[in-house]
């Protein structure tokens, strides 16, 4: 009873404030639409960073990843270096055998679709975050994949494993299934993790103990990063309680190892995820 409780004070909070947001909706878009545009133009014209004099950076780390060493020269934050899982490169290793232009406009091609689907509801989004969606295009990275996992998979969790095997901390998504105790869509995302981590350790055992070694003795460039796994797991839980799926890929994008200027583009997943998908204080799966 006092979840319930907790969750519709938490849900009666939302619509005092959803409100305020409706009452100003316009001046609050036009305001931020600003924002975006002079942020962009500050980044590119002022600080003169140009991603497109090094067009596909982070895409080239997937397509030319060594199976057999991955790691030898990985960093965090150095040009094209791969630090995901050896599940993942796995996964993406045949692409190797297509020229790079090719496999490069094929996989910036296929970021696009994925942005344009995402912000079909609010096309405006893409002024607001006009800098990290162009950075995002450009360089290639995997962060519009792992917001359209985010919308597709609290719904059929066998897609929450490229969150884990990839930037790791985007786990904290499951815990939505956890504190709403859904147990099969759980027991789904936890358990395709698990066999595709199985299979891909069969196939190199070494690689996973240089990951994790790796991993172990990487010192990042995150701050703060326990704290904010720590938050993003909070806004999990709020969300679950008041039933507002929004807000878990706030909790992924805060609580990513490191937030890129890209990173930002996770958080296009919550115009997907706008709506309410149960009764606010009810933590049992939408299913019953």
Do not use: C
Not at 4 to 10: D, E, I, M, S
Not at 138 to 161: E, K, R, S
Not at 210 to 217: E, G, H, M, S, T
Not at 248 to 266: D, G, T
């Amino acid at each position: 009873m006092e979840v319930a409780h907790l969750g519709q004070a938490l849900d009666s909070g939302f619509n005092r404030a959803g409100r305020v947001v409706e009452r100003y909706k316009r001046p609050l878009r036009d305001g931020l639409i600003l924002v975006g545009i002079l942020r962009a133009a500050w980044y590119y014209l002022v600080q003169g960073i140009w991603p497109w004099t090094f067009i596909g950076v982070d895409a080239r780390a997937y397509w030319g990843v060594d199976l057999a060493h991955p790691y030898a020269a990985s960093g965090v934050g150095d040009v094209s270096t791969y630090l995901y899982s050896p599940a993942f490169a796995q996964v993406t290793a045949p692409l190797s055998l297509l020229p790079y232009p090719l496999f490069l406009a094929l996989w910036i091609g296929l970021l696009a679709v994925v942005f344009a689907w995402l912000v079909r509801p609010w096309p405006w989004a893409a002024v607001i975050l006009v800098l990290p969606v162009s950075y995002e295009l450009l360089v290639g990275n995997v962060h519009f994949l792992l917001a359209a996992a985010i919308v597709v998979g609290l719904q059929w969790p066998i897609v929450l494993p490229l969150g884990v095997l990839t930037k790791i901390t985007p786990s904290v998504a499951m815990g939505w299934h956890l504190v709403r105790r859904d147990w099969h869509r759980l027991a789904v995302g936890l358990g395709f993790t698990a066999a595709i981590s199985a299979v891909s350790y069969l196939i190199a055992p070494s690689a996973w103990a240089d990951w994790v070694a790796f991993l172990a003795a990487s010192p990042g460039r995150s701050d703060l990063l326990l704290p904010r796994i720590a938050l993003g797991a909070v806004l999990v839980v709020v969300g679950a309680l008041s039933g507002r799926r929004w807000l878990v890929p706030v909790a992924v994008w805060i609580s990513l190892p490191v937030i890129w200027v890209n990173s930002w583009v996770i958080l296009l997943a919550a115009i997907r995820l706008r709506d309410r998908v149960a009764p606010a204080g009810s933590v049992a799966p939408a299913a019953a």
